[in-house]
């Protein structure tokens, strides 16, 4: 028999480790927009310091010719991008320490459900990993493929996360009565779920083109840099369309199911308000010159949609329709 304040202990943990992780990438999204990216040149010091310097005069006279030695041309010290990248460290080693609580609290598991404790020291494993790539992505002068890994590891790591809270409370979702919902929804949400993951893939490139663009121009006259997106770009913003009737379909049947589910009619709502600020901020970058605010929301709403489709295939899958 499962210690209920334990049980409850674990998925309170799991829960806050799994936004933690949303916010680790708004925040990635955040550094990115700003390019801090290179804001330390070196890991897991920066600038050679535990704790980043304030101010040029903290550092020796040539230090732009000692990292261009290392191979990071044109170093130049920048106190705020310093600290935006250095908080976004600071914010991927606490979300290292909550996986281990969650990790911990999760052995109670170990008699009735050994998979909860096995995939929670699986993610131990891969956060560690994720932290050994975030070396690699400063090392390669960050490199937009090792970017893209970077995040779409970030994605696995919540994918597992939200599995493994769900699974630990089975009972709750068995209670959930999805009867009332088409027989085709479980098809339309696998659907959805590939377009949403297809939809990131492109997002991902054209995200390292705004990079390469950006670079080229400095994070100056952003209202040019359109003007040399490549085609995927193009394809990636009309795709939008069908992820968003697509998503209208699932929340709508969600919503007309709340009689019986208030946490599918909660879903619903929420999946709608996810998909439209997603792609209103994704209007924003292409017709307002790619405002640094829109970048990080729109990579969060993407993060987010396909973690709550996630959610609700999960709950499809162990509900009274299926159990």
């Known amino acids: 028999m499962i210690d209920i304040e334990a049980a409850l202990r674990f998925r309170r943990i799991g829960t806050i480790t799994i936004f933690a992780v949303y916010f680790l990438i708004l925040v990635g999204g955040i550094v990115r927009a700003s390019g801090a990216g290179m804001g330390c040149p070196d890991w897991p010091t920066c600038f050679g310091k535990l704790i980043p310097p304030t101010d040029i005069?903290?550092?020796?006279?040539?230090?732009?010719?000692i990292y261009a030695e290392r191979g990071y041309q044109n170093t130049d010290f920048n106190p705020v991008k310093t600290w935006t990248e250095y908080l976004n460290r600071l914010t991927g080693a606490s979300i290292g320490i909550l996986i281990l609580l969650t990790a911990w609290?999760?052995?109670?598991?170990?008699?009735?459900?050994?998979?909860?404790?096995?995939?929670?020291?699986?993610?131990?494993?891969?956060?560690?990993?994720?932290a050994w790539l975030g070396s690699v992505v400063v090392a390669s002068n960050l490199k937009p493929l090792m970017i893209t890994l970077h995040m779409l590891?970030?994605?696995?790591?919540?994918?597992?996360?939200?599995?493994?809270?769900?699974?630990?409370?089975?009972?709750?979702?068995?209670?959930?009565?999805t009867q009332s919902l088409p027989h085709v929804f479980k098809g339309v949400l696998t659907a959805a779920l590939a377009m949403t993951l297809i939809q990131v893939a492109m997002g991902t490139q054209v995200r390292e083109a705004v990079d390469l663009i950006a670079n080229e121009h400095a994070y100056i006259d952003r209202q040019y840099w359109r003007d040399d997106l490549p085609i995927i770009?193009?394809?990636?913003?009309?795709?939008?369309?069908?992820?968003?009737?697509?998503?209208?379909?699932?929340a709508w049947k969600l919503y007309r199911s709340s009689a019986q589910n208030r946490l599918l009619h909660t879903l619903g709502?929420?999946?709608?308000?996810?998909?439209?600020?997603?792609?209103?901020?994704?209007?924003?970058?292409?017709?307002?010159g790619f405002p640094a605010a829109a970048q990080p929301i729109h990579l969060l709403m993407a993060n987010f949609i396909f973690g709550t489709q996630f959610f609700i295939y999960i709950c499809l899958i162990y509900s009274k329709q299926n159990s």
């Open 57 to 65: 005069s903290q550092l020796p006279p040539d230090y732009k010719t």
């Open 105 to 130: 609290s999760s052995r109670i598991y170990l008699k009735s459900d050994k998979t909860v404790f096995y995939l929670c020291l699986a993610v131990v494993f891969i956060v560690g990993f994720q």
């Open 153 to 177: 590891l970030a994605l696995f790591i919540v994918a597992l996360l939200i599995y493994v809270i769900a699974r630990s409370q089975r009972e709750f979702f068995q209670s959930l009565d």
């Open 233 to 250: 770009f193009y394809v990636h913003r009309s795709f939008s369309s069908i992820i968003l009737f697509t998503n209208l379909w699932l």
């Open 269 to 288: 709502i929420a999946l709608t308000v996810m998909v439209v600020i997603a792609i209103l901020a994704g209007v924003s970058l292409d017709r307002l």
